[in-house]
């Protein structure tokens, strides 16, 4: 890649302390707990492109997508943008500016007493963009070019459909010209007839605008439409890496193959779907060596003492992937 | 044909507010076989979850039936008493709704919950009554149902909460079940074994099923008819077969090609245009006019009641071979 990417996740760690209370701890003699929600994830992603990410919830691709934006600071590894920290990155204004989030719920995340030309507007002003007709003048465009009328402005959040405030919070996170997007679920909460006019309008979007997006969903349906990378996560890491057509096309890790199984799909009217067994475990007390191992068919002894690490897979050269059964030909593929 | 379980006709649920009457339901009908999977879809506010709430009488004041019957094995049930509407409630039809949580009481263990609710409805005692909700606990696969039956809903996970929900709804062996997005609120994989578990258990005893969704995917796997709903109207009826593959209302048709396939990548999603009508600005004549790209002059007159369609039954004129009609696009 001669470009360099315009963000990086270098061995990226978080974790949460759960910890009972100190006087509890005492009681029960039990020492301080850590979550790791995060645990050792690694991608880049170029100018340009979509990179994203998918899992059952509690994987920790929601707080990859806060690490990337630096709500959350890392507990380990480094969070990179356009070649420096993201701490560091977001201490001046000009390159904070660049980088933008679009959250998963459109009625929480825009100030009901504001007005729409106010919450679009609003990092116009923060970053001193523009100011006074200049603003609404941009407003105005910003609102068109996301499908609502400058008109619309006017109004209130409540005033408009889930579709439509998505529609607007996609217009506050262009406002300040950014290159770098992080997308949290954005169509989760919508419609599906919604959820393809969002879908295609983001996709518009970056053509238009050339933007990064990093995509954070559960839908692997979503994900096969918008990606042009997508990172598989299971219990805070990354189990599978590829491009987005060798990913659907020849799943390797077993996880991988599992969920696109479980998936319901409308081809499968009269067929039943083969159900992945058991649960995501807690990850506060994880399994030992590869964290699939208890759901997985292919697990042996090496399996379950063993953590996997993430490596080009044998048989598909695009891919990287973190299982033993793949590395030692045993998973019948390839 | 055997005589339907459920029989709803003429349905209309009605919300008086300040600005004056919204219609929620607009003359639902359609029936349910026994031993049937009905799938009832549409996008939020479609009237799909009060359709549900209406049947079990469960309807959330200050809304009301204001017209239409709902019939259960032949006998009116729109019409009953509050108290005669809970001895229905539980026995003859069982309720599973998306979080397990508001389901299950936080107090009692899960066992109690079972037992009590086998010994309003069945005539047993309470050491058969136990006996029973172990072997619920098992059917819906709980390990070690026999020491869990004393474990209080916290204890569970979120798919063996909703696999106690579904022993809940089914123990007292009802002739129906409302399953209202029984899998929304869990991870696909857990869907997958909550959705077969459900079907498994159905088909075992019999049980008729009106499954609740916004999710086409779970419909096509387990539903035998499927009825779509738009703006608190039933737009199309028919085996899910044909409505998933060849749907006839240009609406069904519409929201099946903005699914983003699994199968393949697509340069653009196929969109509806539009929203679906607030319910105080619902267009006259056929609901979905405005979005239609096949509306003409009497679709904006004239309400289209369900008409024989290729495969299912159809709420849009442009099945109506009785009538002069004029496609936009022809």
Redesign the interface.
């Known amino acids: 890649m001669p470009d360099a990417p315009v963000f990086e996740a270098r061995d990226l760690s978080r974790g949460f302390d759960v910890s009972r209370p100190a006087l509890q701890r005492l009681i029960a003699r039990e020492g301080r707990r850590t979550l790791r929600a995060v645990d050792g994830v690694s991608f880049a992603i170029p100018r340009g492109t979509t990179l994203s990410l998918v899992g059952?919830?509690g994987c920790g691709k929601s707080t990859v997508a806060r690490l990337a934006v630096g709500l959350y600071a890392p507990s380990g590894g480094r969070a990179i943008f356009e070649g420096a920290d993201i701490a560091e990155a977001r201490r001046s204004a000009a390159q904070r500016r660049r980088m933008g989030m679009i959250f998963q719920d459109p009625y929480a995340s825009l100030n009901p007493r504001w007005r729409v030309a106010d919450i679009v507007g609003e990092p116009l002003r923060a970053f001193g963009l523009a100011s006074g007709a200049a603003l609404a003048e941009r407003v105005g465009g910003l609102l068109r070019q996301v499908g609502l009328s400058p008109a619309d402005g006017a109004r209130f959040p409540h005033e408009f459909?889930?579709?439509?405030r998505q529609r607007i919070s996609i217009a506050r996170a262009l406002s300040s010209r950014p290159d770098f997007l992080v997308l949290d679920e954005p169509t989760s909460a919508l419609?599906?007839?919604?959820?393809?006019?969002i879908?295609?309008l983001m996709?518009a979007l970056q053509r238009e605008l050339g933007l990064t997006y990093l995509f954070i969903s559960?839908?692997?349906?979503?994900v096969?439409?918008v990606s042009d990378r997508v990172g598989v996560m299971y219990l805070g890491r990354i189990v599978e890496d590829a491009p987005?057509?060798t990913l659907?096309t020849a799943p390797r890790h077993p996880y991988t193959r599992?969920?696109?199984e479980?998936?319901?799909?409308?081809?499968?009217?009269?067929?039943?779907?083969?159900?992945?067994?058991g649960?995501?475990p807690s990850p506060i007390d994880p399994p030992p060596g590869c964290t699939f191992h208890p759901r997985c068919p292919l697990a042996n002894a090496r399996c379950r003492a063993e953590r996997p690490a993430l490596i080009v897979a044998r048989g598909t050269p695009g891919t990287l992937v973190a299982c033993h059964a793949v590395e030692e030909g045993r998973d019948g593929a390839a | 044909m055997t005589a339907p379980l459920l029989e709803v006709r003429d349905l209309v649920v009605e919300f008086p507010t300040r600005r004056g009457v919204l219609r929620a339901l607009d003359r639902v009908s359609f029936d349910i076989a026994p031993g049937e999977v009905l799938g009832v879809v549409g996008?939020?506010g479609a009237g799909k979850s009060m359709t549900g709430a209406a049947i079990i009488g469960l309807l959330e004041r200050p809304g009301r039936i204001a017209g239409g019957t709902i019939a259960l094995g032949g006998t009116r049930i729109d019409n009953l008493s509050a108290r005669a509407m809970r001895a229905i409630r539980g026995r003859r039809i069982g309720a599973i709704f998306q979080d397990p949580l508001t389901t299950l009481n936080p107090l009692l263990t899960v066992g109690r919950q079972l037992a009590e609710t086998m010994r309003t409805h069945l005539a047993i005692d309470a050491a058969e009554a136990r006996r029973r909700a172990v072997g619920w606990l098992e059917a819906v696969g709980i390990p070690a149902a026999a020491e869990r039956i004393d474990a209080y809903p916290h204890q569970f996970?979120g798919?063996?909460r909703q696999r106690v929900v579904i022993a809940l709804a089914l123990c007292a062996e009802p002739e129906l079940v409302v399953a209202d997005e029984p899998t929304t609120a869990l991870?696909?994989?857990?869907?997958?074994?909550v959705?077969?578990l459900l079907?498994r258990l159905t088909r075992e005893k019999g049980t008729s099923v009106m499954l609740i969704t916004?999710?086409?995917?779970?419909i096509?796997?387990t539903a035998d008819r499927v009825a779509v709903m738009y703006a608190g109207r039933i737009a199309e009826i028919g085996p899910?077969?044909a409505v998933?593959?060849a749907a006839a209302h240009p609406y069904t048709a519409?929201?099946?090609a903005?699914?983003?396939?699994?199968?393949?990548?697509?340069d653009?999603?196929?969109?509806?245009?539009g929203?679906m009508p607030r319910l105080n600005a619902i267009p006259t004549g056929c609901a979905y006019n405005p979005r239609c790209p096949h509306a003409f002059d009497r679709c904006t007159a004239e309400r289209p009641e369900l008409i024989d369609a290729p495969g299912s039954r159809a709420a849009c004129w442009l099945f109506d071979t009785h009538a002069p009609r004029a496609r936009a696009d022809a």
């Not at chain 1, 479980?262 to 067994?277: C, E, F, I, K, S």
């Not at chain 2, 991870?187 to 074994?193: E, L």
């Not at chain 2, 903005?258 to 697509?266: A, D, G, K």
């Open positions: 059952e919830s459909s889930g579709g439509q419609d599906v007839s919604v959820q393809a006019q879908l295609n996709m559960h839908n692997l349906a979503v096969r439409q987005a057509e659907f599992a969920l696109m479980a998936v319901p799909d409308l081809d499968m009217a009269g067929r039943t779907r083969q159900p992945v067994g649960e995501v | 996008e939020s996970s798919g063996m991870d696909v994989s857990i869907q997958a074994q959705i077969a079907r916004h999710d086409m995917g779970v096509a796997e899910v077969r998933v593959k519409g929201l099946m903005s699914i983003p396939p699994l199968s393949h990548r697509v653009r999603l196929p969109q509806i245009e929203a």
